[in-house]
């Protein structure tokens, strides 16, 4: 495929995610001169500027190249359809911490998984859950959930958030988030202390990089 034609799908990606050049300059860690010189016909894009664009936009390489890579018949592998996620800042591991809403961030995931949004696991309080710093958690809206289950919490007037497993007790009118590390101590929150509680979802799925 030559370098119009190249071009020419750079731009349906633009257009599909209504982005910019620059926009994919940023996401995908590709020098803004590097697309400009593409797209005035003086250089190529070399395949490794490709595979950051297709990385980062959950596609795969033959969305440029138009190649087939088959993956091996193995009964423990499966393709994945993508989809996008809307990517609602960093939640805090460990000491609470301001829930930034940016909905021009989005996130490529499977599309089995059941969820609204996700976040970004600042800090190591849930290790235990093997939630690490950096790791991507999808939560799926709901005003309440299980005892035990993971929850993305925002609590203080709604001014921080935080990720930790819940346990709420009615009769004795008393919630707590507990950390999956021995080094934190329990968040609890009783009678009126209820009402500076607020929880966004529970967390149903994360995805991590192999470290």
């Avoid at 034609?5 to 982005?19: D, H, S, V």
């Avoid at 190249?65 to 009964?75: A, K, N, Q, W």
């Avoid at 590390?181 to 995805?207: R, S, T, Y």
Wanted: proline residues 4%.
């Amino acid at each position: 495929m030559g370098e119009k034609a190249l071009y020419e799908r750079f731009e349906m990606l633009l257009k599909e995610f209504n982005t910019t050049p620059y926009g994919v300059s940023k996401k995908a860690s590709v020098s803004q001169p590097t697309l400009s010189d593409w797209k005035l016909g003086k250089s190529e894009p070399k395949r490794i500027t490709l595979e950051k664009i297709c990385k980062a936009y959950g596609k795969n390489i033959s969305y440029f190249y138009g190649e087939e890579d088959p993956l091996p018949v193995f009964s423990n592998i499966y393709p994945i359809e993508l989809k996008r996620f809307p990517m609602l800042g960093e939640i805090a591991c460990g000491e609470p911490r301001y829930t930034n809403e940016d909905r021009e961030s989005y996130v490529m995931a499977g599309t089995d998984i059941k969820a609204d949004f996700c976040l970004k696991a600042k800090g190591d309080s849930m290790i235990n859950a093997r939630i690490l710093d950096g790791d991507i958690i999808f939560i799926r809206k709901q005003d309440m959930v299980e005892n035990g289950e993971i929850a993305a919490v925002v609590v203080n007037n709604e001014s921080e958030a935080t990720l930790k497993r819940l346990y709420y007790y009615r009769e004795r009118a008393t919630l707590i988030l507990h950390a999956e590390n021995p080094a934190f101590e329990d968040m609890i929150f009783q009678n009126e202390e209820l009402n500076e509680v607020h929880i966004l979802g529970k967390a149903v799925a994360f995805q991590s990089d192999v470290r």
